[in-house]
């Protein structure tokens, strides 16, 4: 792709993310783009949209994420809006979506802007609600208390069909999960929850999350749930402490929605949206959860080692049952002569993509 105008957003908590960040400017001004900061840790009471924020930095095509996986996640936010790219620079510790390593940051540009960078694009959820969500004045700055101002609450999608039983459609995009918490140590929550519009089971829990691939190896799977890869298109639906028997992840297919109803006599609950909090649900409420259209566009400068970050992140070790076989060989499939038709449509890392 060719580059015109680059939004950065900068871990500002980070000495190396603001250093960083000089890098890409003088990348920047060198090959003569436009380069704006995206604010999008604002202190005051304004904070912006998804799309607000991508116009306000002239609506840049490519987006560069310095810090962290929530770092990475506050870029996806602006960029999927107007189908900009994303480049995440790994300044973080255990995450999974910033993949360049900052020395490599340059380079990184260079690919991009030469059109040799990859482009993996990964799918995300959008919602639906019985009514526009909002976060209570009375509860906002207990609810808020240390993260600075809430953002806005998502805009209404004019498809909407108020009034009919398909509720408010909503102008997000998660590329984690969605969540349903409770609000009150003493209050867990309960609702029914319905896949492809049939009930599964009413639950009572701490939390109830519906992920993407990308999200399994986040909130989901500290509670338990599935490892997915990212490059598939499923629904993740897992219950966080349920106090009931069934406690499993249901996997749904990307096609199947997820809706939850807060139960009469539930206590109130907070929708987060990829970690952000945007709104309050009180007892009668619902959200829908689906597959959304638009998909997030990440840079890739060699092809994702998904699993090999995998055992890296999580510091996997073998059994110790299989100390005496000796180390297993770290790749498979992997001879230097052609790979078999039967073999070719699959995805396997080349040779030079190890390391």
């Known amino acids: 792709m060719t580059v015109h105008r680059v939004g950065l957003v900068v871990h500002q908590g980070r000495a190396a993310a603001r250093d960083a960040a000089l890098t890409v400017r003088a990348w920047c001004e060198a090959h003569g783009l436009p380069c704006t ?60 979506l910033t993949e360049v390593p900052v020395q490599d940051v340059t380079a990184a540009l260079d690919a991009v802007h030469t059109g040799h960078a990859l482009v993996e694009e990964r799918m995300t959820l959008t919602m639906r609600a019985s009514r526009p969500p909002e976060i209570p004045e009375e509860l906002e700055s207990f609810l808020c208390f240390g993260h600075g101002p809430a953002l806005p609450p998502p805009p209404v999608r004019p498809e909407s069909t108020e009034g009919d039983g398909w509720g408010l459609a909503l102008d997000v995009n998660a590329l984690n999960d969605v969540v349903v918490e409770k609000l009150a140590r003493d209050h867990q929550v309960s609702a029914g929850v319905y896949i492809s519009g049939r009930l599964l089971a009413a639950y009572s829990a701490d939390a109830l999350v519906v992920a993407t691939p990308t999200g399994s190896t986040a909130y989901s799977f500290a509670a338990g749930g599935p490892v997915l890869s990212p490059h598939m298109d499923a629904v993740v639906f897992t219950p966080i402490a349920p106090h009931m028997t069934f406690n499993r992840t249901v996997v749904a297919a990307p096609d199947e929605p997820v809706a939850l109803r807060i139960l009469p006599h539930s206590g109130r609950a907070a929708v987060t949206i990829d970690g952000q909090l945007r709104g309050v649900l009180d007892p009668g409420d619902w959200i829908g959860v689906y597959r959304a259209p638009q998909r997030v566009r990440l840079i890739r400068i060699h092809p994702t080692d998904f699993y090999g970050r995998l055992r890296d992140r999580f510091r996997l070790t073998d059994a110790p049952a299989t100390a005496s076989d000796g180390e297993s060989a770290p790749f498979f499939f992997r001879p ?3 790979v078999p038709p039967d073999l070719a449509g699959l995805r396997l890392l080349p040779p030079t993509a190890a390391r």
């Open 37 to 96: 900061e995206i604010d999008v840790w604002s202190t005051d009471q304004h904070r912006r949209s998804g799309r607000e924020e991508a116009h306000a930095a002239g609506d840049p095509d490519l987006v560069v994420t310095l810090g962290g996986d929530g770092t990475f996640l506050r870029g996806a936010r602006i960029a999927v809006k107007t189908s900009a790219s994303v480049l995440g620079v790994d300044l973080g510790h255990v995450g999974f």
């Open 336 to 338: 230097d002569s052609p």
